[in-house]
């Protein structure tokens, strides 16, 4: 349906993807730590 | 001079219609109070039909509006390859769900913990202002001392039924969609991914999630900010200082911080230009010319008149009552400062301003530089159970916006352009830094990041769509979770047990035709119909007579 963007110079290094992968990733981490009580802050 | 249709088009604007609800509803309440008052709390219909009217003319006016949307996705869905079509499927299902999910429970009466602030004061005080018949001040009511415009205005549709309601919150969430889009519509020269990644994003959002389709008027307040921001960017002065005004007087520290966060953005501009900053955008696209520029101040100048007028009928009731019971405009802040107010509550006055300043610096992890880095983490996420200490967590598209947005405002500073709402969003969360730092303040700033990141079309990667999808698949199931034990039941099958209490207690009252005081010993009686007098609760909330 929609034209995706082109890579400009933020994402030629694909900066933008690795940083998208790796905030979800590390927050999908954290919320099941927490769910499983591995983490819990004071 | 503009022809009636061109003036049609001008001030009545669909996508505003929320406004109109606040336009109708503050007068209505004021008449309802004095002239067509039952004392029995609750409301005729006239506002629900005076606004459902608006509505319906709205709509014959703007069926071009309509059109069109229909018209630019038919285009794009014929441009549009498989991965795109696939995607905008998928994302559409969750946001159709998300959407009558939310719709459903707003058909619910107020109950749920995190509605507190609605059972306390947002709709317990136009209440029992009505059953009293007098705008006077509820002697045991601290919160009847604050700026509550917005909550008097929605009062004649939330009590038009017997048990409140809290639908016309849903309306302003569709209209908050709305803003977004138009906002984007403008910033991206109306790209339609972005406007429709930014419908994903809002929705997608934990904080905004955590409120949808709740009797909270956080949605309502953030709606008017960018409301206004639309129609001053339209050149709408009138429904510019409405919507302004609204937003102003909406809470006691609001015009405090607005009138802080002004200053702070005149003196980062007046630093931007003496280092040499030419170019002023309003978010990272395009360059705002100086014959513009010089045009909106102008428009912000004659708003300034219709605001001032506005103000005094949407704020100066409030203002006044506070100023002769605490001795200061603005309670909590400060009673005492212009006089002693009502002597007789001058130390109940003093000890539940102390606590709610108190209770203003009970959220975070304290305001070292330390504190400082991790809380850009900390409030993304819950640190036990589905909380965290700044009330709740951001979620991940706050992540997600994050890192573009520090990197795009790097970019803009190094070629010195002044970007107008990214700068007014860093502002804005400094001062939040400083003050309570509870997500929900954050409203605003996180709006308007995510609607300036969308609107840079660079950053529409498969991996970014990606990451707004999966967030909201997650900000619905938790709206889900939130909601799971309500679905099935009725709008009084739902309430607190001490809620369906009052319920039966009104009806014992008003069956016996009584009109004594009732006395309760706790505070939050949305659900009475009958004049209470708190005698127990945190000294906050309860007053205490000397």
Known sequence: ?42 | MENTGTVKNHYFKITHLPTFMLLVGYPAYWTELFFINKHDGVTSLSAWVVFLLLAIFFAKNQENFLRSLFEMLRIQWRRGGLVGNGYFILSASVISFIILFVCRVSLLSPHLSQEFDALNYHITIPRQHLILGSFGHIPWSAADLFLLPVDFALAPYWLATELPNKFPQFLFLLGLLAMAVNLVKRFSSSNSLAIFIVVSAVLGSHFIGIQMGTAMLDIVIAYLFLAAIDSFLNRNILMASAEFAFFFWSKPFIPLQTVLLFGVMALIFITARIIGFANVKWCFGRVVGAAELSGYARIARKAAIPFILLSMFIAGPFMIKSFFCSGTPLFPFAPGIFGSGDTGLRDSLADSSQAHMNAKDAYGYGKSGLDFLKHFWLIAVPDRGVNNRYDYPLGLNYLIFLGPFIYLLYSALRKKEFTVLPLFSVAYWLLWWFGSQQSRFLYIPLLLMMIAVVSETRVHTKVFLAGIFLSLVVTGISILRANKNDLGLRPGEVLRPKDKRLVEMSRDYLAAGRSDTVALDYYDVAYARFPVMATAGEIGWVLKKE
């Open chain 1, 1 to 42: 349906m929609f034209k995706f963007a082109k890579r400009g110079k933020f994402l030629k290094f694909r900066l933008l993807d690795v940083y998208i992968i790796l905030v979800s990733g590390a927050y999908i981490l954290w919320r099941i730590l927490v769910l499983l009580k591995i983490i819990t802050l004071k």
